[in-house]
C-alpha cells in the first residue's frame, strides 16, 4: 500500500511542476507583452512628440485659417491695377500681379559719369543729395505730377492713365528736363534711360521693336496679367543727339543699374569724330545649346540736349480700336482734368483754404499728402521667419502687399506699426485704397495670429535692408496702430462703412480677434494686469540701454536690466485701447462684445492703471522693471581680443533694483493720457498737463521732443555708433496724438478742458510753423525734427507718419 500510496502522489509533483512552468511562461509572456506595450507607447509618444514639435515648427509659417481678404488676381481693382507702385524709384510704374511688367526711369549727365555709375539716378538715394523731390499731386489711382531738382536740373516727371480693355487700360508718362535758372543757357546733354522688365519668373515675354534704322521703336510683348502690349518713347521738345538700345537678361530688379552700367559702350557717331555712350543693343547670353536665351530686360536711352522733353506711352492690346492716343494735348487735357478734380477734392475734405491757411501751405500740405500716397507700393515675395521652435528662419509663404511706405530713399517697404498712422490720411482721401492696404496686411497673418512687424517682399526690397533686420520673430509685435485707423474710419465714415463694405469688415473681423488674442496671451506680463514688450537683449554689453524694437521707439529708455518683472505703460495702453475698439466693431457687426468690453474697461480701470504705473516719487507714468541709471559706456580697461569686440562697453556702477524707470519721463510717459485712458476728472491729468508744457521736460517751440531733457539718457548715444533716435528728437506721430488726446480732453466735460484746450492751440501751432519752414529750407519733410533747433533729421524725404502734419492742419482727429 505504501508503494501504491507513494505512486499515487508522484503525478500531482509533477502537475506541481508542469503548472509552475506554466506559470512562469505565462509571466514571461505577459512581462514581454508589457514591455513590448510599453515600447509601442514609448514609440506612439516620440512619434507623437515629434508629430508635435514639427507641428509647433510649422505654424510660424502657416496662414491663418480663414477665407482670404483679397484676390491674387489685381484685375479685381483695375482702377488700381497700375501705378507707381515702385516706391523705391524716382520714376518706375507696375502692375498689382505677382509676377509684373515694371518699367522705370534713370538719368546722368554723360560728361559725369564716372566708373561704378555714382552720377546715376535710378533708386532713390540720399547720397545722390538731391536738392528736392517728391510728388506734389497725386491721386492713389489715376496721375500724379512729380518734380526732381537735381543740381542745376529741374526734371518733371507726369503721368496720367485712361481706362479700357480688359487689363487696366493706358497710361502715358511725360518726362521733360530744364534749367533750374533761365538765365543759364547751355547745360550741355543728359541722358535719359527708360526700361521695361519682367519680374522674377514671370510668364509672359518682352522684345524690342526696331525700325528700318536699326533703331528701337517700341517695345512690346505678352504677360498673363496684361495680355499683349506695346510700350512707345517719342521726343516731343528739343534735339537727340544720341538714340540706343539693349535688349537682354537681368538677374533681377535690384541689379537693373548693374545691368545697364555692364552694357554702355563708347560709340562714335555716324559722319563724326564725336564718341558717345550707347547702350550695347542686343547683349542676349546663350544657352547650353548655343542658342539665345530669351530676354526679360530692355532698355531704351535717348542723348538729347537740354532742355528736353519726351512721353513714354503704355499701350494694352485688350483696348479696341482707339480714336486717339494718350499724348501731346490729349495727355495735356487727361492730366488737366485729373489735376483739377484732385485740388477740388482736397479743399472739399481737409478744408485748409476755409481755416485760413495761405497758399504756401496748401501746397506744401498737398505735397506731403501726395508723397504718402504717391508712395504706395506692390509688392510680392516671401519674407524670412523664424519662431521659438525653429532652430534656423523659415520662409513665410509667398503673398502680394499693397502699402504705403515711410521712405522711398531708406525705408521703401512696409512697416506695421507706420501702416496705422498712414492710414488715418489714406482712409479720408479714400476709403476703398485704405480698406485695400488694411486686408492685405491681415492676410499676411499666420495661423497664431501674428503678422510680422516688417514686410521685406522681393529683391529690390531685399537690396535695401541690412541683414540682420530681415528676419522676422514670430514672438515680437508692434503696436497695433490699425486699431487707430479703424477707430478713426468707425468715427468719421461708420455709415459709408457699414453701407459698401460691411461684407469685408465681417470677413476682417476673425482676423481681428486673432490678432487681439495674440497680443493679449503672448506680450502679458508676470502680474495679472500688466502687459511687456518682448525681444529685448538682457546679456548685451554693447548697449546703453537694451532697445525695444518691438515698442516702435526703438532705443527709449527702459529698464536698464530686461527681465520677466519689466511692465511697460505704452503697451499695456494699446491693448486697453484696442480692446475698446474690438467692442464697438462686435456691436456694429452684431457679435457678442462682451469679452471685449470687459477687458476694455478692466484695463481702462485708473485706479489699477495707477496702482501699476503711476510714480508716487516722479508723479508721472512709468515702465516699472529691474533698473539703475548708474551706466554709462566707456572703453575696456582690459584689451579685448576678439575682432568683433566693441570699442566701447556698458559699465554699471550701482546694482539694478526693482524699481519704476520715472527718470526717464518722455512720450512712454503720455500713453495713458495720449490713448486717452485717464480719466477727465483725474488730478493726474491735471499733472500731465503741466509737465507738457515745462521746457526742461517735453515743451519746445517746434513740438514736443520724445525724451526730457532732464533723464539721464537724454540725447546719450546707445552704442558708440548708434546716435539717439527717441531720445529726444521731436517725432511727429506722438506729436499728432498728443493732439488728439488734447482735442479731446478739451470738448470733453471736466476740470481741465480750458487748459488742454490752451495747450492744443499753442502745440498745433509751433509743429505746423515748423514743418513748413524746414521744408522751405531744405525741400523735405523729415523722419523727425531736433528738439533744439527744429532742423529736420534722420531720413528723407520722410512722407510716412510725418505727412500727418496735414491732419494737424485740417484738425482731423
Same mark, same amino acid.
Given at each position: !500500500?505504501?508503494?501504491?500510496?507513494?505512486?499515487?502522489?508522484?503525478?500531482?509533483?509533477? &502537475?506541481?511542476?508542469?503548472?509552475?512552468?506554466?506559470?512562469?511562461?505565462?509571466?514571461?509572456?505577459?512581462?514581454?507583452?508589457?514591455?513590448?506595450? $510599453?515600447?509601442?507607447?514609448?514609440?506612439?509618444?516620440?512619434?507623437?512628440?515629434?508629430?508635435?514639435?514639427?507641428?509647433?515648427?510649422?505654424?510660424?509659417?502657416?496662414?491663418?485659417?480663414?477665407?482670404?481678404?483679397?484676390?491674387?488676381?489685381?484685375?479685381?481693382?483695375?482702377?488700381?491695377?497700375? /501705378?507707381?507702385?515702385?516706391?523705391?524709384?524716382?520714376?518706375?510704374?507696375? =502692375?498689382?500681379?505677382?509676377?509684373?511688367?515694371?518699367?522705370?526711369?534713370?538719368?546722368?549727365?554723360?560728361?559725369?559719369?564716372?566708373?561704378?555709375?555714382?552720377?546715376?539716378?535710378?533708386?532713390?538715394?540720399?547720397?545722390?543729395?538731391?536738392?528736392?523731390?517728391?510728388?506734389?499731386?497725386?491721386?492713389?489711382?489715376?496721375?500724379?505730377?512729380?518734380?526732381?531738382?537735381?543740381?542745376?536740373?529741374?526734371?518733371?516727371?507726369?503721368?496720367?492713365?485712361?481706362?479700357?480693355?480688359?487689363?487696366?487700360?493706358?497710361?502715358?508718362?511725360?518726362?521733360?528736363?530744364?534749367?533750374?535758372?533761365?538765365?543759364?543757357?547751355?547745360?550741355?546733354?543728359?541722358?535719359?534711360?527708360?526700361?521695361?522688365? *519682367?519680374?522674377?519668373?514671370?510668364?509672359?515675354?518682352?522684345?524690342?521693336?526696331?525700325?528700318?534704322? &536699326?533703331?528701337?521703336?517700341?517695345?512690346?510683348?505678352?504677360?498673363?496679367?496684361?495680355?499683349?502690349?506695346?510700350?512707345?518713347?517719342?521726343?516731343?521738345?528739343? =534735339? $537727340?543727339?544720341?538714340?540706343?538700345?539693349?535688349? =537682354?537678361?537681368?538677374?533681377?530688379?535690384?541689379?537693373?543699374?548693374?545691368?545697364?552700367?555692364? &552694357?554702355?559702350?563708347?560709340?562714335?557717331?555716324?559722319?563724326?569724330?564725336?564718341?558717345?555712350?550707347?547702350?550695347?543693343?542686343?547683349?542676349?547670353?546663350?544657352?547650353?545649346?548655343?542658342?539665345?536665351?530669351?530676354?526679360?530686360?530692355?532698355?531704351?536711352?535717348?542723348?538729347?540736349?537740354?532742355?528736353?522733353?519726351?512721353?513714354?506711352?503704355?499701350?494694352?492690346?485688350?483696348?479696341?480700336?482707339?480714336?486717339?492716343?494718350?499724348?501731346?494735348?490729349?495727355?495735356?487735357?487727361?492730366?488737366?482734368?485729373?489735376?483739377?478734380?484732385?485740388?477740388?477734392?482736397?479743399?472739399?475734405? +481737409?478744408?485748409?483754404?476755409?481755416?485760413?491757411?495761405?497758399?504756401?501751405?496748401?501746397?506744401?500740405?498737398?505735397?506731403?499728402?501726395?508723397?504718402?500716397?504717391?508712395?504706395?507700393?506692390?509688392?510680392?515675395?516671401?519674407?524670412?521667419?523664424?519662431?521659438?521652435?525653429?532652430?534656423?528662419?523659415?520662409?513665410?509663404?509667398?503673398?502680394?502687399?499693397?502699402?504705403?511706405?515711410?521712405?522711398?530713399?531708406? +525705408?521703401?517697404?512696409? +512697416?506695421?506699426?507706420?501702416?496705422?498712422?498712414?492710414?488715418?490720411?489714406?482712409?479720408?482721401?479714400?476709403?476703398?485704397?485704405?480698406?485695400?492696404?488694411?486686408?492685405?496686411?491681415?492676410?499676411?497673418?499666420?495661423?497664431?495670429?501674428?503678422?510680422?512687424?516688417? !514686410?521685406?517682399?522681393?529683391?529690390?526690397? *531685399?537690396?535695401?535692408?541690412? #541683414?540682420?533686420?530681415?528676419?522676422?520673430?514670430?514672438?515680437?509685435?508692434?503696436?497695433? =496702430?490699425?486699431?487707430?485707423?479703424?477707430?478713426?474710419?468707425?468715427?468719421?465714415?461708420?455709415?459709408?462703412?457699414?453701407?459698401?463694405?460691411?461684407?469685408?469688415?465681417?470677413?476682417?473681423?476673425?482676423?481681428?480677434?486673432?490678432?487681439?488674442?495674440?497680443?493679449?496671451?503672448?506680450? $502679458?506680463?508676470?502680474?495679472?494686469?500688466?502687459?511687456?514688450?518682448?525681444?529685448?537683449?538682457?546679456?548685451?554689453?554693447?548697449?546703453?540701454?537694451?532697445?525695444?524694437?518691438?515698442?516702435?521707439?526703438?532705443?527709449?529708455?527702459?529698464?536698464?536690466?530686461?527681465?520677466?518683472?519689466?511692465?511697460?505703460?505704452?503697451?499695456?495702453?494699446?491693448?486697453?485701447?484696442?480692446?475698446?475698439? !474690438?467692442?464697438?466693431?462686435?456691436?456694429?457687426?452684431?457679435?457678442?462684445?462682451?469679452?471685449?468690453?470687459?477687458?476694455?474697461?478692466?484695463?481702462?480701470?485708473?485706479?489699477?492703471?495707477?496702482?501699476?504705473?503711476?510714480?508716487?516719487?516722479?508723479?508721472?507714468?512709468?515702465?516699472? /522693471?529691474?533698473?539703475?541709471?548708474?551706466?554709462?559706456?566707456?572703453?575696456?580697461?582690459?584689451?579685448?581680443?576678439?575682432?568683433?569686440?566693441?570699442?566701447?562697453?556698458?559699465?554699471?556702477?550701482?546694482?539694478?533694483?526693482?524699481?519704476?524707470?520715472?527718470?526717464?519721463?518722455?512720450?512712454?510717459?503720455? +500713453?495713458?493720457?495720449?490713448?486717452?485712458?485717464?480719466?477727465?476728472?483725474?488730478?493726474?491729468?491735471?499733472?500731465?498737463?503741466?509737465?507738457?508744457?515745462?521746457?526742461?521736460?517735453?515743451?519746445?517751440?517746434?513740438?514736443?521732443?520724445? *525724451?526730457?531733457?532732464?533723464?539721464?539718457?537724454?540725447?546719450?548715444?546707445?552704442?558708440?555708433?548708434?546716435?539717439?533716435?527717441?531720445?529726444?528728437?521731436?517725432?511727429?506721430?506722438?506729436?499728432?496724438?498728443?493732439?488728439?488726446?488734447?482735442?479731446?480732453?478739451?470738448?470733453?466735460?471736466?476740470?481741465?478742458?480750458?487748459?488742454?484746450?490752451?495747450?492744443?492751440?499753442? *502745440?498745433?501751432?509751433?509743429?505746423?510753423?515748423?514743418?513748413?519752414?524746414?521744408? &522751405?529750407?531744405?525741400?523735405?519733410?523729415? #523722419?523727425?525734427?531736433?528738439?533744439?533747433?527744429?532742423?529736420?533729421?534722420?531720413?528723407?524725404?520722410?512722407?510716412?507718419?510725418?505727412?500727418?502734419?496735414?491732419?494737424?492742419?485740417?484738425?482731423?482727429?
Amino acid at each position: !500500500m505504501v508503494k501504491s500510496k507513494s505512486h499515487e502522489r508522484t503525478p500531482k509533483a509533477k &502537475n506541481k511542476h508542469l503548472n509552475h512552468a506554466c506559470h512562469k511562461k505565462e509571466a514571461e509572456s505577459t512581462k514581454m507583452n508589457l514591455m513590448n506595450s $510599453v515600447l509601442t507607447l514609448i514609440c506612439m509618444l516620440v512619434a507623437a512628440w515629434f508629430g508635435y514639435k514639427g507641428y509647433l515648427e510649422t505654424r510660424v509659417n502657416t496662414p491663418f485659417d480663414s477665407e482670404k481678404l483679397v484676390s491674387i488676381n489685381g484685375l479685381d481693382t483695375a482702377d488700381r491695377y497700375w /501705378g507707381s507702385y515702385r516706391p523705391g524709384l524716382y520714376f518706375g510704374m507696375k =502692375t498689382r500681379d505677382p509676377q509684373s511688367l515694371v518699367s522705370g526711369l534713370m538719368w546722368y549727365r554723360p560728361h559725369n559719369l564716372r566708373q561704378g555709375g555714382e552720377s546715376f539716378r535710378h533708386w532713390c538715394e540720399q547720397g545722390d543729395k538731391l536738392d528736392k523731390y517728391g510728388w506734389f499731386e497725386h491721386d492713389g489711382k489715376t496721375f500724379g505730377i512729380q518734380q526732381v531738382y537735381d543740381g542745376d536740373l529741374l526734371i518733371n516727371i507726369s503721368y496720367v492713365k485712361k481706362p479700357g480693355g480688359r487689363h487696366g487700360g493706358d497710361w502715358t508718362a511725360r518726362i521733360g528736363v530744364s534749367p533750374r535758372n533761365s538765365k543759364i543757357k547751355d547745360l550741355g546733354e543728359i541722358s535719359f534711360i527708360f526700361y521695361s522688365a *519682367l519680374e522674377d519668373k514671370s510668364t509672359g515675354n518682352i522684345k524690342a521693336s526696331l525700325g528700318a534704322d &536699326n533703331r528701337l521703336s517700341g517695345m512690346e510683348g505678352y504677360t498673363d496679367g496684361l495680355g499683349a502690349y506695346r510700350f512707345s518713347m517719342n521726343p516731343i521738345k528739343g =534735339t $537727340v543727339e544720341e538714340h540706343s538700345f539693349l535688349i =537682354t537678361v537681368t538677374p533681377g530688379l535690384n541689379l537693373v543699374k548693374e545691368t545697364i552700367l555692364q &552694357n554702355l559702350r563708347l560709340a562714335s557717331q555716324k559722319g563724326s569724330n564725336i564718341k558717345r555712350i550707347v547702350l550695347g543693343g542686343d547683349q542676349l547670353p546663350l544657352d547650353s545649346e548655343g542658342k539665345k536665351t530669351d530676354p526679360n530686360f530692355c532698355a531704351t536711352q535717348v542723348t538729347a540736349k537740354i532742355p528736353f522733353e519726351f512721353e513714354v506711352l503704355f499701350e494694352s492690346g485688350s483696348v479696341p480700336l482707339r480714336k486717339e492716343k494718350l499724348t501731346g494735348k490729349n495727355f495735356d487735357i487727361a492730366l488737366n482734368e485729373q489735376r483739377k478734380r484732385f485740388n477740388d477734392k482736397f479743399e472739399r475734405i +481737409f478744408k485748409l483754404k476755409e481755416k485760413g491757411f495761405k497758399e504756401d501751405a496748401i501746397e506744401y500740405a498737398k505735397l506731403a499728402f501726395s508723397n504718402l500716397i504717391g508712395s504706395i507700393g506692390y509688392f510680392y515675395g516671401s519674407a524670412q521667419v523664424q519662431s521659438v521652435y525653429t532652430k534656423s528662419p523659415v520662409p513665410y509663404w509667398k503673398a502680394p502687399l499693397y502699402t504705403a511706405v515711410p521712405s522711398r530713399s531708406f +525705408f521703401p517697404r512696409g +512697416f506695421l506699426w507706420d501702416e496705422g498712422f498712414h492710414g488715418l490720411i489714406i482712409s479720408t482721401w479714400d476709403l476703398d485704397i485704405e480698406l485695400d492696404i488694411i486686408s492685405h496686411w491681415f492676410d499676411l497673418m499666420n495661423s497664431e495670429g501674428w503678422i510680422p512687424r516688417e !514686410m521685406i517682399l522681393g529683391s529690390e526690397a *531685399l537690396a535695401k535692408v541690412p #541683414e540682420e533686420f530681415v528676419t522676422q520673430l514670430s514672438s515680437n509685435a508692434n503696436p497695433p =496702430t490699425f486699431f487707430l485707423t479703424l477707430e478713426y474710419i468707425l468715427n468719421t465714415r461708420e455709415s459709408e462703412l457699414l453701407d459698401r463694405h460691411y461684407k469685408l469688415l465681417d470677413k476682417l473681423y476673425p482676423r481681428l480677434q486673432a490678432w487681439f488674442e495674440w497680443f493679449n496671451t503672448t506680450q $502679458v506680463g508676470d502680474m495679472p494686469g500688466t502687459y511687456r514688450w518682448r525681444g529685448r537683449d538682457s546679456l548685451t554689453n554693447r548697449e546703453l540701454n537694451p532697445k525695444t524694437l518691438t515698442s516702435g521707439l526703438d532705443d527709449y529708455p527702459r529698464a536698464s536690466h530686461p527681465n520677466i518683472d519689466e511692465r511697460h505703460v505704452d503697451l499695456r495702453c494699446w491693448i486697453a485701447f484696442a480692446a475698446g475698439v !474690438m467692442a464697438r466693431l462686435a456691436n456694429v457687426l452684431h457679435h457678442s462684445s462682451e469679452k471685449y468690453s470687459e477687458t476694455s474697461h478692466y484695463l481702462k480701470d485708473n485706479n489699477l492703471l495707477n496702482n501699476l504705473h503711476w510714480s508716487s516719487a516722479s508723479q508721472s507714468y512709468a515702465d516699472y /522693471g529691474l533698473h539703475t541709471d548708474k551706466v554709462e559706456l566707456k572703453r575696456p580697461t582690459a584689451p579685448i581680443r576678439s575682432p568683433t569686440a566693441p570699442d566701447f562697453i556698458r559699465v554699471v556702477s550701482e546694482d539694478p533694483v526693482l524699481r519704476y524707470v520715472d527718470s526717464s519721463f518722455g512720450y512712454v510717459s503720455l +500713453f495713458p493720457f495720449i490713448l486717452q485712458i485717464i480719466d477727465p476728472d483725474s488730478p493726474h491729468l491735471d499733472k500731465v498737463l503741466q509737465d507738457l508744457t515745462k521746457s526742461e521736460l517735453l515743451w519746445t517751440k517746434f513740438g514736443l521732443r520724445s *525724451l526730457a531733457k532732464t533723464s539721464p539718457l537724454y540725447l546719450k548715444y546707445n552704442t558708440e555708433h548708434d546716435p539717439p533716435y527717441w531720445r529726444g528728437p521731436i517725432w511727429i506721430n506722438i506729436n499728432y496724438l498728443t493732439l488728439r488726446a488734447l482735442n479731446y480732453y478739451s470738448n470733453t466735460p471736466g476740470p481741465y478742458a480750458v487748459k488742454a484746450k490752451k495747450i492744443y492751440k499753442e *502745440l498745433r501751432e509751433n509743429i505746423i510753423k515748423n514743418m513748413l519752414t524746414q521744408y &522751405n529750407k531744405t525741400g523735405f519733410t523729415w #523722419e523727425n525734427y531736433g528738439d533744439s533747433n527744429g532742423e529736420g533729421k534722420g531720413s528723407h524725404p520722410f512722407n510716412g507718419w510725418s505727412s500727418l502734419v496735414l491732419m494737424i492742419m485740417a484738425e482731423l482727429y
